[in-house]
């Protein structure tokens, strides 16, 4: 089958299923749950795993070959040499440009690690200096366009190298530094469809793991940009969120299974409803950690010292990088080869990137119960936390036409998915009746009887649309949490003075650039606090009229060193992440 085909859900699917040789003979699952075991194939095919969007396994901590050890001292610095703003001069003056040609050809993991490891080189390079580097060098651009094109992801940070494979986990009572095996088994447990592995109200009844990944306390991340708590719990709030709605993929995909069955599968009302219920506690659970965020990571500490480093490429023209980043791929692009030109002073061969920077906005988790539930989004968002693409007096012609031509944002980001995670989303959008979800089932179900039949809602068919209703209700509750944690992390922290000890200047002569651009002593410099606040200018000052938090119509409090700050220009970050609730809300109008 190939990637992107539809699971054979259709009537003649399950008359040629409930032929075939041998499916008398199938597992007592697999024939209590007709196309259990096809399930379990296309969640291993996609690379689901027990850990839903998470890797079986723990990520690797260090490239096995020797020949990566450069890679692996330097990253173990990362933060000491960001501190004190030396990390440029280390990869110019230190580093070699290593090949990617000598990771492991077939194991994936080295793949990863080696992306994980090369984009926190990338975004410490670009953002750690006195100004934001418009190059990224051979040593960094050379194997980061050689590892991403092998993933199939882009050359820049992304929820899968941030926080998908940039974690370990330690036995609750063990020092820190000990890490713990996970079971390497990548087969699915026989369970039926609705008895999760890991839910909020059943424990697992076929635990193969030696660690509960919802558990936050057995969660360590494996590299940070600033070596702070806060950093760490960022990342990791999401890892324990990914993990706990793991078990309701499975679940749901029977659901669409069913609704794809239709009059075959007499049962499937009351199998969506038991899934949708189940889903709404998966979701209630997943809040409660997503909430668990204001106990480990504080709001001035994320929003001065952690988010500049997030920062992508894409609409950055407000902070420095008005064309975004050239990668200087050097001898790699051989001769003839487009992309000559004099950049910083010297001639280099290479490339102009721009793309958004790393966001939990790129969770496959959310999308799915997006695509499950048929809730659609249409708007093209304009920010990430860590990028700015919104139309501001700074963006360039070539960025004001692309941002018109910008697909929805939710749209755009599967492109910074695991390719098979994108693959994924994709066949789960044309599972059920097709496109839809199970809005699509609901609301045909409620025209037939209503419109065609003549009759009321049977108790079935009420549940049933009651279940449906109170999904959407907890993904919209579940958007509300992240609402408030946005305003707490961005939108009160972006009207406060800045203080004092966010106010450091780089060092002059931090490497690359610094010298051509400005970075010398008495001279204003991008600071990383000008970084954050000039990304909150690309998220439009959040002029919302429901906005809690507005207090003087968007005029920026604080000295804001760096660009000026706009006033309610571009498209708002609040404005958009409101839509996306309402458009969840709005999905659960089915019937009224
Ligand atoms: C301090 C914590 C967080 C902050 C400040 C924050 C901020 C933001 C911002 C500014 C956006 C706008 C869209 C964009 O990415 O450009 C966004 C979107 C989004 N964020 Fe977060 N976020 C945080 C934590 C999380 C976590 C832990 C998750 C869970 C995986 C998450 C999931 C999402 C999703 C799914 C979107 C897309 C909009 C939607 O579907 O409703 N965020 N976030």
């Known amino acids: 089958m190939s990637p992107c085909e539809p699971l054979p859900t259709s009537a003649a699917a399950s008359k040629q299923q409930a032929s075939s040789p041998g499916s008398e003979s199938e597992s007592d699952s697999s024939s209590h749950f007709p196309g259990i075991d096809h399930i379990q194939s296309l969640l291993t095919k996609y ?3 027990t850990n839903g969007f998470l890797p079986e396994g723990p990520p690797l901590e260090v490239l096995p070959d020797e020949y990566y050890a450069p890679w692996e001292n330097l990253i173990r610095r990362l933060p000491a040499l960001l501190d004190v703003g030396a990390f440029r001069a280390e990869v110019d003056d230190r580093l070699a440009v290593l090949e990617a040609d000598r990771l492991g050809t077939w194991k994936e993991e080295e793949w990863r690690r080696a992306y994980v490891v090369l984009c926190f080189f990338a975004h ?13 060098p051979p040593q960094i651009a050379v194997p980061l366009v050689a590892v991403s094109s092998h993933l199939d992801l882009p050359p820049i940070a992304t929820y899968a190298s941030l926080n998908l494979w940039n974690f370990r986990c330690v036995p609750e009572s063990s ?47 494996l590299h940070t940009f600033t070596n702070t708590p ?13 993990a706990q709605g793991a078990y309701i993929i499975p679940t749901m995909l029977y659901a669409l299974q069913a609704i794809g069955l239709g009059s075959s599968d007499p049962d499937w009302k009351d199998t969506t409803t038991k ?13 409660e950690l997503l909430e668990r965020m204001y106990e480990g990571c504080e709001p001035m500490v994320f929003y001065h010292q952690i988010r500049p480093f997030l920062a992508g490429s894409k609409g950055m023209g407000g902070v420095g990088l008005p064309r975004g980043v050239f990668y200087d791929l050097g001898a790699a692009m051989g001769e003839g080869h487009v992309g000559e030109e004099e950049v910083q002073g010297q001639r280099r061969k290479g490339k102009w990137m721009a793309y958004r920077g790393g966001s939990n906005g790129q969770s496959s988790l959310i999308q799915f119960w997006d695509l499950v539930l048929g809730v659609e989004h249409v708007s093209a968002g304009n920010s990430s936390p860590h990028s700015s693409s919104s139309t501001s007096s700074s963006s360039t012609t070539a960025e004001k036409g692309e941002q018109q031509n910008m697909k929805p944002f939710h749209e755009e980001v599967r492109e910074y998915m695991p390719l098979k995670h994108r693959q994924f989303l994709a066949l789960v959008s044309k599972m059920g009746l097709g496109k839809g979800g199970i809005r699509k089932a609901v609301m045909e179900m409620v025209e037939t009887a209503t419109d065609h039949e003549g009759r009321d809602l049977n108790q079935k068919e009420v549940e049933l649309q009651k279940a449906f209703q109170d999904a959407t209700r907890a993904l919209a509750n579940f958007r509300n949490k992240h ?4 305003a707490r992390y961005i939108v009160i922290p972006s009207r406060q003075a800045v203080p004092e000890e966010y106010k450091k200047k780089w060092k002059s002569g931090s490497g690359s650039g610094d010298e051509e651009t400005g970075g010398k002593d008495g001279e204003e410099v991008v600071n990383l606090a000008s970084v954050s606040s000039g990304l909150q ?28 700050l706009m006033g309610t220009g571009g498209t708002a970050l609040l404005p958009f992440l409101k839509q996306t609730r309402d458009e969840t809300l709005k999905a659960g109008e089915v019937g009224r």
């Open 230 to 242: 806060s950093e760490s719990w960022f990342y990791l709030v999401s890892v324990a969120m990914e």
């Open 537 to 564: 200018q690309g998220h439009g000052r959040e002029g919302g009229k429901e906005d809690e938090e507005k207090k003087d119509g968007g005029h920026v409090h604080g000295p804001g060193p760096g660009p000026e």
């Open 124 to 136: 410490g390079y670009i953002w750690g200096g006195a100004r934001p580097s418009e190059v990224l």
């Open 275 to 287: 899934a949708l219920r189940e889903l709404v506690k998966c979701v209630e659970a997943v809040g």
């Open 175 to 221: 020092p820190s530094t000990t890490s713990c095996s996970l079971s390497t088994d990548l087969s699915l447990p026989p369970s039926p469809p609705l008895t999760p592995a890991f839910s909020s109200t059943s424990q697992p009844t076929t635990n193969k793991f030696k660690f509960d990944p919802t558990n936050l306390s057995n969660l360590r991340t």
């Open 483 to 486: 609402l408030q944690i946005v």
């Open 47 to 49: 690379d689901i795993t």
